[in-house]
């Protein structure tokens, strides 16, 4: 990163031509402490503007005889910036798709990871857990697009949508779910597993005079469609079946039109709000009634 930073350096002191680089900052080239993980630095790092800047100053950058020739890092850069547009696709246009150059920059790059890490050895190269990832993350990417082109007849894949935040989310909350941050043994994460599985999947909003229960009581308890219930009570009724209808009134609990309505109950709070609410009413009045008028002396 040497000549990024050099070039930013003198794109810098530059006053009088316009900036080749106005969006790239020191934390960019080097990042300190939580910086490191910001994805938008990495998104500026490797852009056209760094780019852009290397080849205005490419002459300034090269007279350092500690750098040399910046063509090493404007190969590198060119490399990144097409991996990060094939693996954050998201319309049609710069797809994933057969034999399309989206897909043939991902096989490239894997197939550079292991050329590199040959050449150099563990010195230079990526940390081992950061060059594992990034290689699992790329080889999934291809086989899960192999798989929805051939089995599923998918014209092409949206690579952006290839999201392991959740994934990641579930993986943190079984790991702290033990009071400590360190890995969990294999009994205490299929507890913690099955524990998860008992949450429910009908969720109150967060802000709202919604309670969890009156959400859950909306979700209908037969597995059967309200149409298709139905449906089935019609034919029983056409050819007179009565004991059958009977019986499938009970099996699916009458029809769920009205769940929330029977399976929830009125909060004794409301009755005492409104008793309140009617005896203070109540109080006023007939204060007023049994008061005598009060007129003014003359």
């Known amino acids: 990163m040497d000549a990024v930073e050099k070039a930013w350096k003198f794109d810098s002191k530059d006053t009088v031509r316009l900036k080749a680089t106005p969006h790239v900052t020191r934390p960019v080239f080097a990042p300190i402490g939580f910086e490191k993980i910001k994805v938008n630095f990495a998104f ?14 490419k002459d300034d950058v090269a007279a350092l005889r500690s750098l040399g020739s910046t063509s090493p890092m404007v190969a590198f850069v060119k490399r990144m910036s097409r ?53 699992v993350t790329l080889a999934s990417t291809v086989s899960l697009f192999e798989y929805l082109t051939t089995k599923l ?30 890995h969990p043994t294999p009994t205490q994460f299929l507890l913690s597993a099955n524990c998860l599985a008992f949450c429910s999947l009908a969720k109150a909003p967060v802000n709202g005079n919604v309670t969890p229960s009156l959400v ?14 139905q449906s089935k009570l019609d034919q029983l009724m056409d050819i007179a079946c009565l004991n059958e209808v009977h019986d499938v009134l009970l099996s699916c609990d009458a029809l769920p039109d009205h769940d929330a309505t029977v399976s ?15 005896a203070c009413k109540m109080l006023k009045n007939e204060m007023r009634r049994l008061l005598p008028s009060t007129t003014p002396c003359s």
């Not at 500026?44 to 100053?57: A, G, I, P, Q």
């Not at 693996?87 to 590199?116: E, H």
Request: hydrophobic share 35%.
């Open 44 to 57: 500026t790092l490797f852009s056209d503007e760094v780019l852009r800047d290397l080849y205005t100053y």
């Open 83 to 135: 991996l990060i547009a094939a693996m954050t696709s998201r319309c049609s246009r710069g797809a994933m798709r057969p034999n399309s150059q989206c897909l043939s920059d991902v096989k490239d790059f894997i197939a550079y990871l292991n050329t590199w890490e040959a050449a150099v050895g563990k010195v230079g190269f990526l940390a081992p857990g950061t060059a594992e990832g990034l290689r």
């Open 153 to 182: 007849g998918q014209k092409y894949m949206l690579t952006s949508r290839l999201c392991q935040d959740p994934l990641e989310n579930v993986f943190g909350i079984l790991r702290q779910m033990s009071g400590s941050n360190d």
């Open 216 to 229: 859950s009581s909306l979700v209908s308890k037969s597995g059967e469609r309200p149409e298709d219930i």
């Open 264 to 278: 929830m109950k009125s909060d004794s709070r409301v009755t005492y709000y409104v008793t309140g609410y009617v």
